[in-house]
């Protein structure tokens, strides 16, 4: 498990109350089954892809590109970033870049594989008294990824591997923040504690957001926990 050095008992106790210890204690104990894998070395960088990537930013403004959005009728939010569930049809891909390498949101709408990870990984917060939020996202290619980054296999890849995770990283940023501008409020406008939780691409993705938005010291009030996990 990677807490990505924030305490969670230290934020516990900036957000009192023993529903939100009850909380973390009962994802805390679901989680610990889980084994951690190596991460995919995907780095980190600008919220934008490489120059030439010509994927649309996903609008989360709109409902339809939220996989699971709740009524928040909870005090304890929940970010979770699905794991992958998508290998281009015509893998393996080449070395340049193509929309290929990201899934679609269209794609993404009749992936079924989306909603049994998310079903299958988040049952937890909601046993546990959570807000859940899951945006959908243009994720890489799983195994093209694995192939030019983790395996080695097709390091001639690297390049456009990186910019397939820059894309779905950037999806994933933006609805963060749209997430925090609009969700995370209760009824008197005060923001939430919230947890970070994903697996497998949707970890790295989370590891990115981390490094690239948590020097500010008011997320880092608000974050309980991070759950970033590599593993099925």
């Given at each position: 498990m ?6 969670p008992?230290r ?8 529903s939100h210890r009850?909380v973390?204690g009962?994802?805390?104990i679901a ?6 894998l190596?991460l995919i070395g ?9 120059p030439?990537i ?5 609008d ?10 709740p009524?928040a009728s909870?005090?304890v ?8 569930t998508?290998t ?9 870049w193509?929309?290929?390498w990201?899934q679609?949101?269209?794609?993404a ?9 998310v079903t299958?990984?988040?049952g ?9 939020y899951?945006?959908?996202f243009?994720q890489?290619?799983?195994l ?6 983790l395996f ?9 591997a ?6 779905a990283?950037r ?8 997430y925090m ?11 939430r504690?919230l947890?970070l939780a994903?697996h ?11 490094e690239?938005?948590?020097?500010d ?5 608000l ?5 970033v996990?590599v593993g099925?």
């Open positions: 990677t807490n990505t050095g924030f305490s008992h934020a516990l106790e900036t957000h009192r109350g023993r009850i973390f009962a994802i805390a989680f610990s089954f889980l084994v951690p190596p995907c780095g980190s960088g600008p919220n934008s892809p490489t030439g010509s994927a649309v930013p996903t989360y403004a709109k409902a339809e590109n939220w996989e699971t959005l009524n909870q005090g939010d929940v970010f979770f970033v699905y794991p992958t998508y281009a049809k015509n893998s393996p891909l080449g070395s340049v193509t929309p290929e990201n679609s949101l269209a794609q709408y009749d992936d079924s594989g989306i909603k049994s990870q299958s990984k988040t937890v917060f909601s046993k546990a008294g959570t807000n859940l899951v945006p959908y243009q890489a290619s799983g093209d990824v694995l192939n030019a980054l080695s296999s097709a390091p001639q890849n690297a390049d456009a990186n910019a397939a995770l820059q894309v990283y999806d994933v940023s933006n609805a963060f923040d749209y501008a609009h969700f995370n409020k209760d009824v008197n406008g005060t923001p504690p947890i994903g497998s691409q949707g970890s790295n993705l989370l590891l990115m957001l981390l690239d938005k948590f020097s010291p008011s997320l880092r009030k974050l309980v926990a991070a759950y996990l099925r």
